[in-house]
C-alpha cells in the first residue's frame, strides 16, 4: 500500500501478541484442569524460596490473576474478580507486590535448573540470554532442539 502524501510504503500493521489472538482451538474443560494443575506445581517449585507464608500465597494469587480473563491485570481488577471486593486482599497483594522484600536472583537460579533439567543434556552447556552483552553459560547442560 503507498502513502498518497510521498509515494512510500506503508507499514502493515504488526500482528498481535499471542495472548492477544483469539485461541487456535478452543480449550476443553479436560484442558484447563491439566494446565491448573500444572501451574499449580511449577509454583510449588518455588514455594521454599519465599520467607512467609503470606508471601507464597500472594504470589499464587498474583500469577493466578495475570492468567485471569480480564480486560485489566492489575491488582484492583485482579482481586475484585478473584475475590470481591475485599479491602484486605487489595492491600495484602499491594504490599506484596511494592512492599515485600524478596531476591531474585534465588528464583532466577531455580528457573534456569529447571529449564537445564527439562531441556537439557548430561554433556552440554545451556547458554542464558539476559539481555545485551549478557550472556551466561551453565557447564553440564546443552539445549536439545525441542521443535
Not at 56 to 69: D, K, M, T, V
Not at 73 to 91: F, Q, S, Y
Amino acid at each position: 500500500m503507498r502513502s498518497k502524501r510521498n509515494g512510500s510504503k506503508r507499514r502493515q500493521p504488526a500482528a498481535p501478541p499471542a495472548s492477544g489472538r483469539a485461541p487456535s482451538r478452543p480449550l476443553t474443560q479436560q484442558d484447563i484442569d491439566v494446565s491448573a494443575d500444572e501451574l499449580v506445581a511449577f509454583d510449588h517449585l518455588f514455594a521454599d524460596l519465599w520467607q512467609r507464608r503470606e508471601q507464597r500465597e500472594w504470589s499464587a494469587f498474583y500469577l493466578c490473576g495475570q492468567l485471569a480473563n480480564l480486560e485489566r491485570k492489575t491488582i484492583e481488577p485482579m482481586v475484585l474478580a478473584l475475590r470481591g471486593p475485599n479491602e484486605n486482599a487489595m492491600r495484602g497483594l499491594q504490599q506484596f507486590i511494592s512492599q515485600s522484600a524478596w531476591a531474585v536472583g534465588p528464583r532466577r537460579e531455580r528457573l534456569q535448573q529447571l529449564v537445564a533439567g527439562w531441556l537439557g543434556e548430561p554433556d552440554a552447556v545451556v547458554t542464558v540470554l539476559w539481555g545485551v552483552g549478557q550472556n551466561r553459560q551453565l557447564p553440564g547442560r546443552r539445549i536439545r532442539r525441542v521443535c
